[in-house]
């Protein structure tokens, strides 16, 4: 069975409005093995909407509309699905009683625009909206179901949830879509997809998909079988994860601050970092984690010279000779910050985030990365781009993922 989603509004076009609607309309779809193969987001205009419907409606077996169905002028979804498919507007007696009941609760009179709210097409099955004043409508033609929600996104769910789901699920070709997922690092995308070509060729011909999800640091791979065959799934993920052990760290969609935080818990040992071209980014990484206060102590942020030597004890002549970013200050601060914050590991990160203050032999993007633990301290250099934000931000990943390497070899 196959989706295409459309959502109508102006402001989703001029981005007033970020299109969140296709992103949870996809996964619920997704969930229940309907494949959604394309989203458009369209003008709330009249033409514009007939013309997608006209491409739509042949391609897929169910199309899903949100946005447009409001009181005002410019919403027009109404209006141009009865004409497409020939119907005539009718009130829907249960959608006026609640749309009276509701502005009478609320001291409001019901104006002449929101009784035409209760206003329905008679060839439409009515989904009834507890949330608001437009109802959801359900057509078929030519064996495409056309569904049309209100473009508020609680109201679009609560339909979704309580009317669309159920009845699609009644289909009897849906077999659940079932997928999992692998998480892998220290290999960019396209260096993985070379790596496991053959792997990949295999499962493909097998009728399941491969997604690459990258992100800073994570490639995640997901399998999906579309008709819910969990056996050839597991067998082919045991088979990757053989394959690339280097590369695998985790199934499941755990992140790096998550996993080293089950494992500190685990252990009951704890973290703090020193932190320069961070400055607080990687202490919010590790507290992003509910009850990180068991195992993380806290951080030291000394973006000078004068608070790296106030706060963590570098030597001003280190500081002079082989500056901030190099392998002996960080190697430092991760020691003697290990010893401030009475911490068990330290993870200490100095670099040039940029645009400006790279030099020939430290370009922008160059950072270092030390770690310091019970068995001693270890520094890693990287170079990044040009970009300040996404060099913060390898930064915190590769000090996670280092973090995580080293506690999972300890
Ligand atoms: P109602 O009948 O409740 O007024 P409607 O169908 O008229 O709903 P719209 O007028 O298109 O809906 O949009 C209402 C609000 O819903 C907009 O202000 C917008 O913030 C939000 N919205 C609309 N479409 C989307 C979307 N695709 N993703 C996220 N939010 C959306
Ligand atoms: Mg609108």
Redesign the pocket.
Known sequence: MQAEII???D??LIGQ??????AWIGHALSQIGVRVTKIS?IQ?DELEIKQQLDVSIPKADIVII???????K??L?KKVLNEYFGGNLIVNEKVQARNEAYFATRNRPNLAVNQQ?ALVPDNCTVLFNHN???PGMWFEKSNTIVVS?????Y??KALMSDEVLPRLRENKQLKGLYCRTIQTTGIGESFLAEYIKDWENDVRKNGLSLAYLPSPGIVKLRLSSYSGEHEKVNRAIENLKTLIPQYFFAENDDSFSQIIGKILMQRKQTIGTAESCTSGKLANEIVKIPGASAYYNGSIVAYSYALKEKLLDIPSALLDKQGAVSKECVERMAMNGKEKLSVDYCIATSGIAGPTGGTSEKPVGTVWIAIAGPNGVEAQRFQFGQLREVNIELSCSNALRLLLNKLKNE
């Not at 409005?17 to 296709?22: A, E, L, V, Y």
């Not at 949100?66 to 005002?72: A, K, S, V, W």
């Not at 929600?149 to 996104?153: A, D, E, N, R, Y």
């Open positions: 959502t109508i509004g402001e989703l409005t970020i299109d969140t609607n296709s987001s709330d949100t946005g447009g169905l409001g009181p005002t410019d919403d979804t709210q608001g004043t437009a929600l209100p473009g508020v996104p109201e679009m």
